[in-house]
């Protein structure tokens, strides 16, 4: 029976694999089952462009162009370099950005790049911090280092060039440029290191450069919190006098003790202790207002709380005095603050689910109504327009809103999942759970053992009866679903906008029940739960267009991986683990552990008594976290899987969660049994073997250890896949003989490149013992530019370089591929495989022209490991390309295939093909992709498949076709007619048969 049940599983392969086809969707197909999220990223600034748009730019390096009135990307444009300034001009947008340094100008309109400015990198200058001087013409003036002020025209050529005169090397002195009127003056902060410090005030003629006078401003050694207003310099001086200076009269500096100006203010004791600040607007020549905070600790229920207090001060009486125009009291935040002309915009959080916004000096306020708790406190605001209100806010967890008339939210963005660090999918529970249907599992063991078998049974019955009433709905769709496509996620009916599914409000403002998730029936409805650097954790529904389920913002941490510790089950939710960095009560470093209800988002807490204290919802470490396992085991209790935690420094290992059964089971079932690898920033490899210590303390024993030479440096290791399903032990050959594969779960490659002869070494290493299974080198590779990277699956591995190499010179892609033994039918004698066994594999190996440089890789996987498998590399073009792994096998023939290469399906050694019907991607910018994550569906043949980075796309993929369901032009009608037809000729004929047969017997 199992030859029989082997025989033809290996058909199934083989029928798989026929020919070599490139897949592509049709046009009508593009949106239908993929989606992409273009993301702008934490904006940094925004700036009113027209009526209908705003730009802004963002901490990820982008500009963009949105509309006001429904947030939609109308252009963006990704920064190959660090992008530190931004200006809106009436006829573009300015930016000004670093390694290298580059000036450029962007039309506003479309985006395309007018002109672009670069420095001399060989003259070591970069540019300054302060914002360029820009006119209507269209010249822009930029501060280079601290020591030049170039003007450019409005082509990018250079007009003028001004220097300082005394420049010291050791001195570290700011500079600050603005025009007024015909001048441009530059302002030269004080040499700290100077006894007697002075600002240097230089006035310049706009036209020529020319120097027309210069002045020297006096400050003390305390000075400090240096800020600009108008045409003022303000600064303090022993953080308890506030000195200002107009740069037009230099010689007459003001001041005013910062006690004597908060006298009046309840809270004038907190500016005198607190740290100050001085916020303004140095653009607008004519501004006299700025906003003075100071911040300020308290100490409560053994924690230290953070406040603000802060007021709007105006400069009088020809600058000559201040005077206090509105106070804001204190705030738990510091909130937004926003300069337009003589507006004054300024927004606090007064509760977690309330902002208030003041505009002065119109002393016009409002309150909008939001949930911040899960977005985080709000941190920039910016007033679009008052008439309709048009409000931009940006919060600390990197949701963007703009609020309306009536603090109604117009639009919002999730820019937080601009900044995924990791990923996981997670499946659904089946809806057709009877015993989640009827409750059963939710009574306790008294209930359940005081109901009788005839009350259950009734329940039962009365649950069907109910049911029975979606019948005919259930049949209408189904016969409706025939005119549809064949694979149907069962929310066609829900599908909603990319606007919509990227809105980070949608699901937490809708008035409706919270939906009950279930999957649908190909296995194709999942959720993503991705954690980001911004502290948040998110869940979206594959087959509604990435929408978001639930999200949540933790405060203070930067989250870093997540693991999926149990999934969907009868009564047992799932259940996720988010791990990331934090800070403690006292300011140290620490490790956040986050355990919640994966299809909630709800904190996750233990119903067993003697564990609860165990699953707190959130618990911090100071421990060194240098590798987190999730190990193969579940918790006797919870069942959730338990996780591993390494402490290098001390050789510790912790299990995650440690109740007494959790420990108990873990020493008797996998200690024996337990041996990872740790990696050390050097590059170093160390095998451990873990053992119990004293009172049960888990410590590492040393098994071995590989040292680099000190000439290579490590920069890529490979991964196995996990949960990987493995069809075949062995690969049929066309003469119907067999190579068994080389199958060893604790493999992984180690590639180094060696820095004296510019070359790369690729190691494949046991894990469990060190061994070296297989090495070779790469000539002439360059690494600095081009980095390495490398995937692997079952028994081979496929890794990518560019070649400095004549034969060729290029990008390549080898591949690896390890069987037990050199010839055909060579097996090891063996029923179980041990790493301590003497096994060396044999490897063969080829190497592939590929087209285009890379980004990131992965490996498509199916739900039993019979379909081939697609190699998706993620490409610097903003594109995914799928690579059946036909074409990276190490047995094409060089020269016509064979009959038995014929028979194996087989084809001639070339290049892998520059097709763009191989991009997953299709036509789609999906920008900034930095890791590929795959799930296997129901459907053997279907591949989910989501990339992310900067951008995030979801599609499926299939590489051996669908060959489990029918095609999307098969004509289901037909076949429904033709068995009509059947029924109706069998009905008609059976009485004719029977007739003809009575009448023979007569006969």
């Not at 653009?283 to 230290?304: C, G, N, W, Y």
């Not at 259940?575 to 994966?598: C, E, Q």
Request: aromatic share 10%; hydrophobic share 40%; charged share 20%.
């Amino acid at each position: 029976m199992f030859g029989i049940r082997h025989y033809g599983l290996s058909l199934l392969v083989l029928l798989l694999t026929i020919t070599i086809q490139v897949r592509a969707l049709y046009e009508s197909q593009a949106g239908t089952f993929d989606w992409h999220h273009s993301w702008v990223g934490h904006p940094r600034e925004a700036v009113k462009i027209d009526e209908q748009h705003i730009a802004v730019y963002s901490e990820k390096n982008i500009i963009a162009s949105l509309k006001t009135d429904t947030g939609a990307i109308e252009w963006r444009q990704v920064l190959d370099n660090e992008l530190s300034q931004f200006s809106v001009m009436e006829n573009g947008i300015l930016t000004v950005s670093s390694q290298p340094e580059r000036i450029q100008f962007w039309n506003s309109s479309s985006g395309q790049l007018i002109w672009e400015y670069d420095l001399d990198e060989t003259m070591g200058d970069s540019f300054g911090m302060t914002k360029p001087i820009t006119w209507q013409s269209g010249q822009v003036a930029v501060v280079v280092g601290e020591t030049k002020l170039i003007k450019l025209s409005n082509e990018g050529k250079e007009l003028w060039t001004w220097m300082r005169d005394d420049v010291s090397e050791d001195s570290i002195q700011r500079i600050h440029a603005v025009q007024r009127g015909s001048m441009t003056y530059v302002v030269v902060e004080p040499d700290a290191s100077q006894k007697k410090p002075f600002f240097t005030v230089t006035a310049l003629d706009s036209v020529t450069g020319e120097a027309l006078h210069t002045n020297k401003v006096s400050c003390d050694f305390s000075f400090d919190d240096v800020s600009y207003i108008g045409n003022y310099v303000l600064w303090t001086e022993d953080s308890s006098v506030l000195k200002w200076v107009s740069i037009e009269e230099p010689k007459k500096i003001n001041q005013a003790p910062i006690k004597n100006i908060v006298q009046p203010l309840s809270t004038a004791e907190r500016f005198s202790s607190g740290r100050l600040s001085i916020i303004g607007n140095p653009d607008d020549a004519d501004a006299k207002s700025f906003i003075l905070s100071a911040e300020f600790e308290t100490q409560e229920e053994e924690k230290v709380i953070v406040y603000t207090t802060s007021i709007l001060l105006n400069i009088v009486e020809n600058g000559k005095s201040l005077e206090i125009a509105h106070d804001f009291g204190v705030q738990l935040s510091y909130g937004g603050i926003d300069f337009d002309k003589e507006k004054v915009i300024r927004s606090i959080l007064t509760s977690p689910t309330e902002l208030r916004t003041t505009i002065l000096p119109s002393d016009k306020s409002f309150t909008v109504t939001t949930n911040f708790s899960l977005t985080g406190a709000v941190n920039y605001v910016k007033l679009i327009s008052e008439n309709p209100l048009r409000l931009f806010v940006v919060t600390e967890g990197s949701s963007v809103l703009m609020y309306g008339d009536d603090g109604a939210v117009v639009w919002s963005r999730e820019e937080a999942l601009s900044s995924v660090t990791s990923t996981e999918f997670l499946d659904l529970p089946e809806q057709k759970m009877w015993t989640q249907m009827v409750d059963e599992l939710d009574e306790t063991a008294t209930e359940s053992a005081a109901e009788s078998p005839v009350s259950r049974y009734l329940r039962r019955l009365t649950r069907h009866a109910i049911e029975l009433r979606s019948f005919p709905q259930w049949i209408v769709s189904h016969f409706a679903g025939m005119y549809g496509p064949t694979i149907d996620d069962g929310n066609n009916k829900d599908k909603m906008s990319t606007l919509e599914a990227q809105s980070c409000l949608l699901n937490a403002t809708s008035s409706s029940a919270p939906e009950i998730l279930y999957r649908d029936n190909f296995g194709l409805r999942k959720l993503l739960i991705s954690v980001t650097a911004s502290g948040k954790i998110i869940a979206q529904d594959t087959t509604r267009n990435g929408k978001i389920v639930w999200s949540r913002y933790f405060e203070s941490i930067s989250f870093r991986e997540i693991h999926v510790v149990r999934a969907a089950a009868v009564k047992l939710p799932p259940v996720i683990v988010a791990i990331g960095a934090t800070l403690d009560d006292v300011g140290g470093v620490a490790t956040a552990f986050v355990r919640l209800n994966g299809l909630t988002g709800e904190n996750y807490i233990s119903t067993i008594p003697q564990s609860s204290e165990f699953f707190e919802p959130q618990i911090l470490t100071n421990i060194g976290v240098d590798k987190i396992m999730r190990l193969p085991i579940e918790d006797p209790e919870e069942r959730t899987h338990l996780l591993a935690i390494f402490e290098a420094g001390s050789g510790r290992v912790y299990i995650y969660p440690d109740t007494f059964a959790t420990h108990q089971y873990f020493t008797k079932e996998f200690l024996p049994s337990f041996y990872f690898t740790y990696q050390n920033e050097q590059g170093d490899l160390q095998g451990f073997k873990v053992l119990e210590g004293y009172r049960g303390s888990l410590k590492t024993q040393l098994v071995w250890k590989f040292n680099l030479p000190e000439t290579e440096v490590a920069v890529a290791r490979s991964q196995p896949q996990s949960n990987e399903k493995v069809a075949l032990l062995g690969r049929a050959l066309g003469n119907r003989n067999v190579l068994y594969k080389y199958l060893n779960p604790h493999m992984f490659a180690v590639i180094t490149k060696d820095l004296q002869y510019n070359s790369i070494k690729v190691r494949i290493m046991d894990a469990v013992k060190g061994s070296i299974l297989y090495e070779t080198i790469h000539q002439d590779v360059d690494t600095d530019t081009n980095p390495v990277h490398v995937i692997q699956s079952e028994n081979w591995f496929v890794y990518h370089f560019w070649s400095n190499g004549n034969q060729p010179k290029g990008y390549q892609a080898v591949v690896l591929e390890l069987f037990e033994g050199a010839y055909e039918n060579e097996r090891v004698e063996s029923s179980n495989f041990s790493s301590f066994d003497n096994i060396q594999p044999h490897v063969r190996s080829a190497a592939f022209t590929f087209p285009y440089p890379v980004t990131t890789m992965g490996v498509t996987s199916t739900r039993n490991g019979i379909s081939t498998k697609d190699i998706l590399f993620g490409l610097p073009t903003h594109q995914i390309m799928s690579v059946n792994k036909r074409f990276l096998d190490p047995r094409r023939p060089l020269d016509k295939p064979t009959k038995d290469d014929q028979e194996e399906f087989l084809f001639s050694y070339g290049p892998i093909p520059d097709d763009k019907r191989m991009f997953l991607t299709y036509h789609l910018d999906v920008v900034g992709i930095t890791d590929i994550i795959t799930s296997p569906s129901l459907l053997e043949s279907t591949s989910l498949v989501f990339a992310y980075g900067h951008d995030s796309f979801f599609s499926r993929a299939s590489p051996s076709k669908q060959f489990d369901v029918l095609s999307e032009d098969f004509s289901k009608s037909q076949l429904l007619l033709t068995i009509v037809g059947l029924v109706v000729a069998i009905r008609v004929s059976a009485p004719m048969v029977r007739r003809k047969r009575v009448n023979a017997l007569w006969k």
